[in-house]
């Protein structure tokens, strides 16, 4: 489990409540921070440098760069602008934010670039369905692809039909985004959800917890985000929660598992 920053660094009045919530992340052992270059226009960037300020070395750091700046120069620019605002010398990880219409073949090779520049020490993509994944798998340096972070909760799961069995058999992790559904309108139809709430209720965990545990069952990275220090105390309790046979066949008739191709979805 790790931190997501979007919509953090957007509010001057949310700021110090965030990099506290940041804070007690990394203090409770969510190392993971996802950001990136859209989040904020640069903010939630500057935000994140601001709270792993003296303690680099302790987070696995993800960002981000967008599909109109994935050309071979831009990406390259698009990093350094990135790691200054980060105020660091590499990222952990760095991905293609969804595809859009520079070849892929040119993005893959500026992210090779950065790799053996060592200002990035791996690589991804975000919002690829598998069609996308085996074109980049068939283009020079694209095996080096690492993750696919796509949307997957409960109430989407589309990937489960092919996305995710193709990437287990290939060992590549998934990272999970909206895990708890990031809207209000959205968290209301999954969180208010009277099964999941039995199913929280019996483990004396809240519906969000439940629905992080849920994902962590399916063995893939989450990241939720959290402004609030509440929040993220709970969402670090979410790792402690073993759900039962029984409580995945009560989520399983709420929220059913696909039974044919859902195109991905996105955010
Ligand atoms: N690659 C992509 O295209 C993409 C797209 C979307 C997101 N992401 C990444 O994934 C991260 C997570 O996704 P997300 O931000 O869309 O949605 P999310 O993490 O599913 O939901 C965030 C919302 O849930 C609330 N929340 C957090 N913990 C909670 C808890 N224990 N109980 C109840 N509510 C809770 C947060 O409130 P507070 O903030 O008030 O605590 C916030 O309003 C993003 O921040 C971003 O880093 C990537």
């Keep these: 489990m790790g931190q997501g920053t979007w919509l953090m660094g957007e509010h001057p009045t949310n700021r110090n409540d965030e990099i506290a919530a940041l804070r007690l992340g990394l203090d409770l052992g969510l190392t993971l921070i996802d950001t990136a270059e859209m989040y904020g226009d640069g903010g939630a960037e500057e935000l994140v440098a601001e709270a ?28 350094s602008r990135s790691l200054r605002r980060l105020k660091t010398d590499h990222l952990d990880l760095y991905l293609l934010h969804w595809r859009g219409r520079v070849p892929l073949a040119e993005t893959l090779e500026a992210f090779q670039l950065l790799k053996r520049a060592g200002k990035i020490l791996d690589y991804g993509v975000s919002n690829f369905d598998l069609d996308d994944m ?35 058999k290939r060992g590549i992790p998934i990272m999970a985004y909206s895990p708890i559904e990031h809207s209000e309108a959205g968290q209301k139809g999954m969180l208010g959800n009277p099964q999941l709430t039995s199913v929280a209720t019996r483990h004396g965990a809240t519906p969000a917890q439940i629905a992080l545990a849920w994902l962590l069952h399916q063995r893939v990275v989450v990241i939720p985000k959290a402004g609030k220090p509440q929040h993220v105390r709970e969402n670090r309790a979410a790792l402690d929660i073993t759900l039962r046979r029984e409580d995945l066949v009560t989520l399983d008739r709420a929220f059913p598992p696909p039974d044919g191709k859902v195109p991905l979805e996105m955010k």
Excluded at 59 to 65: D, E, G, I, P, T
Aim: glycine share 4%.
């Design 52 to 79: 792993i300020a003296a303690r680099r070395a302790e987070v696995f750091l993800v960002s981000k760069v967008l599909p109109e700046s994935a050309t071979l120069r831009d990406t390259v620019e698009a990093c």
């Design 134 to 168: 085996e074109e980049a798998f068939a283009l020079p340096f694209g095996d080096e692809v690492v993750t696919d972070q796509v949307l997957y909760n409960l109430m989407h799961r589309g990937i489960e039909w092919d996305l995710l069995p193709w990437c287990r």
